[in-house]
């Protein structure tokens, strides 16, 4: 087994993701390597005791600009060298820019396969789906986040190869969240794309409403499935029934959001914690300022991933308010400790982590009223929370890494009947 990244070690999703699989599959008696065509420059190391080889082809980072001729001929040469201290098998290509530069260089005996981390939206956006629709299609596979992006795939690039595979959560379950305290958790680079900006906003909005006791809100409206892709929740309609079966339609953000006053903590002040840095930080700052809630938006900087559960268990909701994602792995361990999610609707992978009125709240994207009202529903009721929590805790069961690695071996199994 070969996994290619641009970066296999920067601070980053993909990279998390690649070394995770890495280390469960090299668990399972695989040869593993890792190859980043780039070193990082600030590089983490995402498993203690990695039983797969690592590799760092170029001593540059991504960011240093094009590469010359002479780097382009030593990256050919040293990848063959890799290549040839892997026996048959598989070399996972885990991003559209990796594609071009690997393929040409692979031995027979490796079969490419084609990841993409994004969402069909994302991509739609971006030169990643021209890339994806002009190189994964000659894959042995193209795999994909959620049932819906690899749909999206298949009937828009077209591709004929699509799979569906999540990113894996943690290893160990996290212990549950009483859900009783009175703190909404925000984790991310504090980057535009995140757009805490706009969570700041809502949850100034819904800290109105909670102290005033009148949450209300626009309604979602019901989106209309398309073919036989896989629906998108409808926002319509209440329901609340178990977290099973078919995806029912969700609760009206302008019905039936009040609930008396905001239960959990003892000083009666809701309060949001941003976990996480960058260059953003300040302006945050001055934009909860101007929100009227500088008291109470607390920004936590970084937070080593072994402290993450305690954030989670002193939460009682997790938001989501991305301009985009693939599949936020903050949400499905938020989910683990049983803390669940109010979300900007932005992509399968938060789809499939979301379920719309049966694990968390799903708004339309870039919603902030609905956003807003969405928070200040389940920040007045702590039984749809609990409901809610424990069936996400339940629902990301399907994401642990054994099941994960159950479905990249079955993909290995397809591709080499």
């Not at 797969?52 to 010359?68: C, E």
């Not at 809100?217 to 178990?242: D, I, K």
């Not at 008291?295 to 002193?314: C, K």
């Amino acid at each position: 087994m070969v996994f290619a990244c641009l970066d296999a070690d920067t601070l980053g999703g993909i990279q998390r993701v690649t070394h995770t699989v890495a280390q469960g599959l090299a668990g399972r008696g695989y040869d593993v390597h890792v190859v980043g065509l780039h070193r990082a420059e600030v590089p983490v190391r995402y498993v203690d005791r990695p039983d797969y080889r690592h590799h760092v082809i170029h001593a540059t980072p991504v960011g240093a600009g094009r590469i010359s001729r002479v780097a382009a001929r030593r990256e050919r040469r040293r990848l063959r060298e890799v290549f040839w201290q892997a026996g048959p098998g598989f070399a996972v290509l885990t991003s559209p820019g990796v594609v071009p530069r690997v393929t040409g260089v692979l031995p027979d005996r490796l079969l490419p396969i084609g990841q993409y981390h994004g969402s069909y939206e994302h991509a739609r956006g971006s030169w990643h789906l021209r890339a994806v629709r002009d190189r994964y299609g000659e894959l042995e596979a193209a795999v994909f986040l959620s049932e819906d992006d690899a749909w999206r795939f298949a009937e828009q690039a077209p591709l004929p190869n699509v799979w569906a595979i999540p990113n894996p959560l943690p290893g160990r379950p996290y212990r549950a969240s009483g859900l009783d305290g009175r703190r909404v958790l925000g984790v991310g680079r504090l980057e535009g794309v995140k757009r805490f900006d706009r969570l700041i906003s809502a949850f100034a909005e819904a800290v109105r409403t909670v102290d005033g006791g009148r949450p209300s809100g626009p309604s979602y409206g019901n989106a209309a499935a398309h073919g036989e892709r896989p629906s998108r929740p409808s926002y319509g309609e209440a329901t609340h029934g178990p977290a099973d079966g078919g995806r029912p339609s969700g609760p009206s953000y302008g019905e039936a959001a009040a609930h008396g006053p905001a239960d959990g903590g003892a000083d009666g002040r809701w309060e949001l914690h941003l976990v996480g840095d960058g260059a953003e930080r300040e302006r945050l700052r001055g934009h909860a300022a101007a929100c009227g809630v500088a008291d109470r938006v607390v920004l936590r900087g970084a937070v080593p991933a072994s402290a993450m559960e305690r954030e989670y268990l002193a939460a009682s909701l997790l938001a989501l308010s991305s301009e985009h994602e693939g599949l936020p792995l903050v949400v499905g361990e938020a989910a683990s400790c049983g803390v669940p999610a109010v979300a900007f609707d932005v992509s399968g992978g938060v789809r499939s982590l979301v379920v719309h009125g049966r694990t968390g709240l799903l708004v339309p994207p870039a919603d902030v009223p609905a956003l807003a009202a969405a928070l200040a529903r389940l920040m007045t009721s702590g039984d749809e929370r609990r409901r809610l929590g424990a069936a996400a805790r339940a629902h990301v069961e399907a994401f642990r890494p054994e099941r994960v690695l159950d479905r990249w071996e079955a993909l290995f199994a397809q591709v080499t009947r």
